[in-house]
């Protein structure tokens, strides 16, 4: 297991809702040893004006996965995990149901993670293909 502790999904799912994965509704979904799945609706919070999703709400899932799957990785009394780079490929275009993030490590060192992230629509197809890498920062007294 690369988690720092046992989490829960719904532990995850817990967390304040006032953020950006927040208002757009992601919940985590599944969690195994070495990866963390989440959901995205696809509606009027997350289209682009064409009505299909807008590539940056897929940046918002990706980076919420990773982020969060970084987190799980430290401890949070030591250390802080920031985004530090993202990049996304749009490979398909969606209009409407969910979409599901599914996110696994590429290299967990000590100062930086990075993460793979591919996205999927309702059909199982690949929506969207993201690399995100997060600093590991020591928290300052």
């Not at 799912?13 to 992601?26: E, Q, S, T, Y």
């Not at 919940?27 to 195994?32: E, M, S």
């Not at 996965?65 to 799980?72: E, K, Q, T, V």
Request: aromatic fraction near 6%; hydrophobic fraction near 40%.
């Amino acid at each position: 297991m690369i988690w720092f502790k046992d989490f829960t999904v719904e532990e995850l799912n817990d967390r304040p809702k006032n953020h950006l994965g927040g208002l757009l509704d992601i919940r985590f979904t599944a969690l195994t040893p070495d990866t963390l799945t989440a959901t995205m609706p696809v509606d009027e919070r997350t289209h682009q004006p064409a009505g299909i999703l807008h590539g940056g709400a897929s940046v918002v899932l990706a980076e919420t996965l990773g982020s969060i799957a970084s987190y799980m990785c430290i401890d949070p009394d030591k250390y802080q995990a920031v985004g530090l780079e993202i990049n996304a490929n749009h490979l398909r275009s969606v209009k409407s149901g969910s979409v599901t993030g599914i996110c696994s490590v590429i290299h967990r060192g000590a100062k930086t993670h990075v993460w793979d992230i591919r996205i999927f629509d309702d059909r199982g197809k690949m929506t969207c293909i993201s690399r995100l890498t997060v600093a590991i920062l020591t928290k300052q007294g």
